[in-house]
């Protein structure tokens, strides 16, 4: 079944430290590409997208993510996180004749001081 | 002026119960979306609206019925509720493009539990 995957169920990091969660997609042909965050207790909030072009997009906070096509991945990636950077990660695609969108299952991270 | 405003925020009844959840947005968006985020934090879409016409409807069982009186508004009606129905549901919304590429703006949740 098409699907959005991601493998990190739960990443645990030190302030600091760099952070990379995964995910891939198992689409053919064109996608859009998303990452939204969720704070505890908040709604979700738009990270970063992809459409086309340049394959390392950057967000807000830090946040950038690579386009691999060849390996269907969108990988996020922070060089340093932070306490406040704890919240649930999803990944989401959607079909470019569509606004369906269809989430990842989510990785929550938890960043320590 | 929060943009996707949802009512009630938390909403604890018992089984066949029928409850309705709202969702407002003053974005000026055509198209407005629920979700559906289990426990585990899935999120699935559920339905979605463009100016008032359903344009996605997912496997979701009738007793759901979403209503839209005009483009802002969204809302969902929810019969004979089951413990499965049990969920954080999301309302959004965004511009209509029809192209996919429009990030979506979520509401803050409400918190459906079953007694």
């Known amino acids: 079944a098409q699907s959005v995957s991601q493998h990190n169920h739960h990443v645990i990091l030190s302030e600091a430290a760099s952070l990379e969660l995964g995910c891939n997609y198992s689409?053919?042909?064109?996608?859009?590409l998303f990452w939204y965050v969720q704070y505890p207790g908040q709604h979700l909030q738009l990270l970063l997208k992809?459409?086309?072009?340049?394959?390392l997009v950057k967000g807000i906070k830090g946040f950038e993510a690579e386009f691999i096509k060849s390996k269907f991945s969108f990988n996020l990636r922070k060089p340093s996180v932070q306490w406040s950077d704890t919240a649930e990660y999803f990944c989401a695609v959607t079909r470019p004749n569509t606004d369906k969108l269809i989430f990842g299952t989510g990785t929550r991270l938890q960043v320590f001081p | 002026d929060t943009a996707v405003s949802q009512t009630p925020k938390y909403l604890v009844t018992q089984m066949g119960n029928d409850k309705s959840i709202k969702c407002e947005q003053n974005?000026?968006?055509?198209?407005m979306y629920w979700y559906k985020q289990d426990s585990k934090k899935f999120l699935k879409i559920m339905f979605s609206?463009?100016?008032?016409?359903?344009?996605i409807n997912e496997t979701v069982p009738n007793r759901f019925s979403p209503k839209s009186p005009d483009k802002a508004h969204l809302n969902l009606h929810i019969n004979s509720l089951e413990l499965g129905d049990s969920a954080v549901y999301f309302c959004?919304?965004?511009?209509?493009?029809?192209?996919?590429?429009?990030?979506?703006?979520f509401g803050d949740g409400t918190r459906l539990s079953i007694l």
């Open positions: 959004a919304s965004s511009p209509w493009t029809g192209d996919g590429k429009q990030p979506q703006h």
């Open positions: 974005l000026g968006h055509d198209t």
């Open positions: 609206y463009n100016n008032k016409e359903l344009i």
């Open positions: 992809y459409f086309s072009g340049d394959p």
């Open positions: 689409y053919g042909g064109t996608v859009n």
